[in-house]
């Protein structure tokens, strides 16, 4: 069974930094992109950010832009978004997806796009 494991949420103030981390499959870890996806509570997911592999690119939200970077470490096999300035309304779960499909710039935030998904982690962003 592939797994996508997320790790390093939780509570933070308002200004503070957290790193997520996305343990990924070795069996998938070469897919075409890796991205991040939130969803707060009662609301729809939403796109963060995604680096595609292939194409060489990363694509952020512009919510998170210049605060959050997602980057992937071969050697570990994990994809991590590390968030810095952090604002209550960063607060989600944030779940971390991959794709062997192909994309670059805009198509990478289509949630539809993704084929494996992890469970989640919650970050939770106090004022």
């Known amino acids: 069974q592939v797994q996508l494991v997320e790790s390093g949420g939780g509570l933070a103030q308002a200004g503070d930094s957290l790193r997520l981390s996305c343990k990924v499959d070795?069996?998938?870890?070469?897919?075409?992109?890796m991205g991040w996806f939130r969803q707060p509570t009662g609301e729809k997911r939403e796109f963060v950010a995604a680096?595609?592999?292939?194409?060489?690119?990363?694509v952020y939200a512009d919510s998170v832009k210049g605060r959050f970077t997602i980057s992937r470490d071969n050697a570990k096999n994990t994809v991590d978004l590390q968030m810095n300035s952090l604002k209550p309304e960063d607060t989600a779960v944030y779940y971390c997806?991959?794709?062997?499909?192909?994309?670059?710039?805009?198509?990478?935030?289509?949630?539809?796009?993704?084929?494996?998904w992890g469970q989640g982690t919650q970050v939770t962003v106090s004022s």
């Open positions: 680096l595609s592999w292939r194409a060489g690119s990363t």
């Open positions: 997806a991959v794709t062997g499909r192909l994309c670059a710039g805009y198509r990478c935030s289509l949630a539809s796009l993704y084929d494996y």
């Open positions: 070795g069996r998938i870890f070469s897919g075409s992109a």
